[in-house]
């Protein structure tokens, strides 16, 4: 397997790279509109064919390069189930595995951040949090349907009863870590460490953030799948 | 073996944390004094003990974090031989190997960025380059006694001769990439692909860069390991 992670500094932003080195299939993780020159590069070079583009969630703060890649590859664009997105070659159910040549990436819903969320378990042995868990954080939960307690459960319930040494890599980090293990994010993730439901809803609830820079032009660019009218 | 990759976004640096899981002794390469809080905190987390701080070079666009970490730690700070650093605990030859635990950190000379200057072979099978060796790049030859010939011979000699699948993880990255292989960096290095040496050269000596902003308080500082007065 190759596995590589991609940064987005302006969104602090990863994109991942997975292929089969053997078939040279490939499928990229929310990838960034900006970057899809930079990525489809890689791709070419390390003699990759993308079969899929997938999305954790219809994303607030920056536009997906799906479009963008799904016209230069005719890659797949796929999307959690119940993402407000006509665009999609296909919807992922929680459990579904996508094969990646022989690579498994399975499906991990893991709702609250947005209505709408997948992790991705690659290869048994990582798993793409999206924002869901960040290293040390989580994803804010206060628009585009995002619900704490929600968000609370699917950590609990979907992540952290995976094996402590599976490595987790979000889809943001602002503080430049790039990948944590879910038995440290149990240990030391001050979001859900020493708070129980209850106090996780009411932290969460009074965060008090800015919306994000980009969300009236990203999300409903996302929900066309990251076409850019005008772009 | 633990291995993580930090990221200083200012100066787009990236250091490494290397660690014994079994004898959790660890190793930072390149720490940067803005990020030594995040970094001691999540040595701490790990259960680790620090054992060294090792420099690939004396920096000119920050100010290492060796100093800060030696004084809250205790841990050796090492630098190449030949640096203008007159309070390392210890200078590191080519070849010399420095033990994280069980863990072999091989210095290769890698001189031409500066004139003193040791890419680190973690593990045998992950080399971190410093600035010699970029991401689909190098690192600058013009001020610090650089020599666009010797970085050239350091690459060609020394870095391009170890294993095509060795991971390569460089100092600084300004595109978003986190790490490649020599196998790729031979086959798609725009600075050394299709170039002989005295072209290279040439191609170096022409590049016009603006000195780095922080030139003139980072390479003292970096003499002095990092110790800043009123700092």
């Given at each position: 397997m190759l596995f590589r992670q991609l940064f987005e500094a302006e969104t602090s932003t990863y994109t991942y790279l997975i292929a089969d080195t053997t078939t040279q299939e490939a499928a990229?993780?929310?990838?960034?509109?900006?970057?899809?020159?930079?990525?489809?590069?890689?791709?070419?070079?390390?003699?990759?064919?993308?079969?899929?583009c997938l999305e954790t969630h219809v994303h607030a703060d920056h536009i997906t390069g799906t479009a963008k890649l799904r016209e230069l590859t005719g890659c797949?664009?796929?999307v959690p189930e119940n993402a407000q997105v006509d665009c999609a070659s296909d919807?992922?159910?929680?459990?579904?595995?996508?094969?990646?040549?022989g690579i498994p990436?399975?499906?991990?819903?893991?709702?609250?951040?947005?209505?709408?969320?997948?992790?991705?378990l690659v290869n048994g042995d990582r798993v793409l949090t999206g924002d869901a868990l960040l290293i040390r954080g989580c994803g804010r939960?206060?628009?585009?349907?995002?619900?704490?307690g929600t968000l609370y459960d699917s950590v609990m319930n979907n992540l952290f009863t995976l094996p402590d040494d599976t490595l987790v890599?979000?889809?943001?980090?602002?503080?430049?870590?790039?990948?944590?293990?879910?038995?440290?994010?149990?240990?030391?993730?001050p979001r859900f460490v020493g708070r129980n439901r209850e106090q996780f809803?009411?932290?969460?609830?009074?965060?008090?953030?800015?919306?994000?820079?980009?969300?009236?032009?990203a999300v409903p660019a996302n929900e066309n799948c990251g076409a850019v009218l005008n772009k």
């Open positions: 990229l993780v929310d990838p960034v509109i900006e970057t899809v020159e930079r990525d489809i590069k890689l791709v070419r070079e390390l003699g990759l064919t993308l079969k899929y797949a664009g796929m919807f992922i159910k929680h459990g579904d595995v996508i094969k990646v040549g990436i399975q499906g991990i819903a893991t709702l609250g951040h947005t209505d709408s969320h997948m992790a991705y939960t206060d628009f585009q349907s995002g619900d704490a890599y979000p889809g943001h980090d602002y503080r430049g870590h790039t990948v944590s293990t879910i038995g440290e994010e149990k240990q030391w993730n809803i009411e932290f969460m609830n009074n965060l008090d953030l800015p919306n994000p820079k980009k969300i009236m032009e």
